[in-house]
């Protein structure tokens, strides 16, 4: 019986060694902020079919089929990409894990009205509304879970804040 060499596996991982890292060292200046917006982020979930169904039945989202009958949940100027546990497309994060992610959506609608539609589709709240800060001003929180467990979080500025941003790329 034929064995791999897992030891040619193992080694084949590019590693970084801490010697090129150059990041790490004291005194490098920052450069200017080479990113403008979240495009995409890609969800690893346990059933596309259940997550599909929750994205767009609980918050709205629209399902995208794209090549190779690939699927995505499009928002805003963004989208979530699907990616089946076991069955990732490469390049993929180093573990991929289904209900490791933590995120927070803004909305333009009342929180109340969202509770209120959770409550009709039976995803029950975890906390909120209750007060946070977002990346522009304070917005009020709301927080669920999807089907694999990932903690949503469905955030309204308090302020005029979203009416400047919305039109930004």
Same mark, same amino acid.
Not at 93 to 120: M, N, Q, W, Y
Not at 135 to 164: H, K, M, Q, W
């Given at each position: 019986?034929?064995?791999?060499?897992? *030891?040619? &596996?193992?080694?084949? @991982?590019?590693?970084?060694?801490?010697?090129?890292?150059?990041?790490? !060292?004291?005194?490098?200046?920052?450069? $200017?902020?080479? @990113?403008?917006? &979240? /495009? #995409?982020?890609?969800? %690893?979930?346990?059933?596309?079919? /259940?997550?599909?169904?929750?994205?767009? !039945?609980?918050?709205?989202?629209?399902?995208?089929?794209?090549?190779?009958?690939? !699927?995505?949940? #499009?928002?805003?100027?963004?989208?979530?990409? &699907? #990616?089946?546990? =076991? #069955?990732?497309?490469?390049?993929?994060? *180093?573990?991929?894990?289904? =209900?490791?992610? /933590?995120?927070?959506?803004?909305?333009?609608? $009342? &929180?109340? !009205?969202?509770?209120?539609?959770?409550?009709?589709?039976?995803? $029950?709240?975890?906390? =909120?509304?209750?007060?946070? %800060?977002?990346?522009?001003?304070? @917005?009020?929180?709301?927080?669920?879970? /999807?089907?694999?467990?990932?903690?949503?979080?469905?955030? *309204?500025?308090?302020?005029?804040?979203?009416?400047?941003?919305? =039109?930004?790329?």
């Amino acid at each position: 019986m034929h064995f791999p060499d897992f *030891r040619i &596996l193992w080694f084949s @991982i590019p590693v970084p060694s801490p010697e090129s890292m150059s990041w790490k !060292k004291e005194g490098m200046s920052p450069p $200017p902020c080479f @990113i403008q917006r &979240l /495009d #995409h982020l890609v969800l %690893t979930v346990k059933s596309i079919e /259940d997550t599909v169904a929750f994205y767009s !039945k609980v918050l709205g989202m629209e399902v995208v089929t794209f090549k190779g009958n690939r !699927k995505a949940l #499009h928002f805003g100027q963004q989208k979530f990409n &699907l #990616h089946e546990a =076991g #069955h990732e497309f490469e390049p993929k994060a *180093r573990r991929p894990v289904p =209900g490791s992610a /933590d995120f927070c959506l803004i909305t333009a609608e $009342p &929180l109340e !009205k969202l509770l209120e539609h959770l409550e009709a589709c039976g995803v $029950p709240s975890e906390e =909120g509304p209750v007060a946070r %800060t977002g990346a522009v001003g304070p @917005i009020t929180s709301v927080y669920f879970r /999807d089907p694999d467990e990932n903690l949503v979080e469905v955030s *309204r500025y308090c302020t005029d804040v979203a009416a400047e941003t919305e =039109g930004e790329p």
